[in-house]
């Protein structure tokens, strides 16, 4: 396993994530089994992974319990943590968001379920329109006083609101988001021209959910074929909807530079994340640990010049796109 630091802290990751929204039950693409979950997290632990990213509001903490379960017994000082706040939590008042009230409720079921004393990376889920930012960034900074949070970070955004949150953080004094965490793969790019550039800017890290675009570009798709079974595209609109001409290109040229590497689509399109100098760890979702596996070797794949702008050629960046503006 290789190893990096987040951002510009002192915190080092591998240089893959553990992303653990299949670890848990209501879906029909999770995986429904917790044993299972825990044999795939032990096995993560074992290749060298020590960076796990949950949420509260997976599974409504399922995922954050079979995670704790899991990682019982072994070296916290080792293992970087992360999880988030924002979504729904419950019926009625003060369930959601990022009021002061709400976080401060949330990270207590947090930590019990993961069974700690601290996080080590705590996001926000998304941004909060009807909370100021000052009230949320305050209680965050409050939870880095009292030693239950170490890092804070956040989740898909627009730029502007990210951008705000950064110069509210920098004016008042409170700590400042040292991570993000954006939609970012071969073919969901949109972040190039939002959020990416003023990580650049700000010497923020940056942990892409789903590099594998949903299974597109782990080649679980075919242009003419009907969609698999138990697959998440049978249920997910928005997984369908990458089901484009463009990112067919893509995913062909991701399948002719596997072949010529003996390597997988899937390890093909983790390792050009991988060669992003803004990239830290892309959170990769397996439900299987030979998938594990398969993706942890991604780490050994080398693309040259020519395949990377190959890979990149049919899409062109550009927000706001339907549906994430």
Not at 130 to 150: F, Q, W, Y
Not at 154 to 160: L, Q, V
Request: contains cysteine; hydrophobic residues 35%; charged residues 30%.
């Amino acid at each position: 396993m290789e190893y990096t630091r987040l951002g510009d802290t002192g915190l080092e990751v591998s240089r893959l994530c553990l992303g653990c929204l299949n670890f848990g039950s209501g879906q029909e693409w999770m995986m429904n089994d917790r044993d299972g979950s825990i044999d795939v997290i032990e096995r993560a632990l074992e290749l060298g992974i020590n960076f796990f990213d949950t949420a509260n509001a997976y599974s409504q903490g399922e995922s954050e319990s079979i995670l704790g379960e899991a990682i019982d017994g072994h070296d916290r000082e080792e293992l970087v943590l992360a999880t988030k706040v924002y979504f729904g939590m419950g019926d009625g008042p003060n369930k959601q968001g990022l009021s002061r009230k709400h976080i401060l409720d949330q990270v207590e079921g947090s930590l019990d379920r993961l069974g700690t004393d601290y996080i080590d990376l705590y996001q926000i889920h998304r941004w909060d329109e009807n909370t100021p930012i000052e009230e949320t960034l305050s209680a965050l900074d409050h939870l880095i006083d009292e030693g239950k949070v170490r890092h804070i970070g956040a989740s898909t955004m627009a730029g502007w609101q990210f951008s705000k949150a950064l110069y509210t953080a920098d004016i008042e004094g409170y700590e400042r988001f040292s991570c993000l965490q954006p939609e970012y793969n071969l073919v969901d790019r949109h972040e190039e021209a939002n959020l990416l550039p003023i990580c650049r800017e700000e010497s923020i890290g940056v942990i892409p959910w789903s590099p594998l675009a949903g299974g597109f570009l782990a080649d679980k798709y075919n242009r003419d074929s009907t969609v698999p079974e138990d697959s998440r595209a049978e249920t997910d609109e928005y997984t369908q909807r990458r089901f484009t001409e463009e990112n067919w290109q893509v995913l062909d040229e991701v399948r002719a530079i596997a072949e010529t590497k003996d390597s997988t689509p899937a390890q093909v399109s983790l390792a050009w994340l991988l060669h992003k100098e803004l990239v830290d760890a892309p959170i990769t979702g397996p439900r299987r640990i030979d998938h594990l596996e398969e993706n942890v070797e991604a780490l050994d794949i080398e693309l040259t010049d020519d395949e990377l702008s190959r890979l990149e050629e049919p899409i062109f960046p550009q927000w706001p796109v339907e549906g994430k503006d």
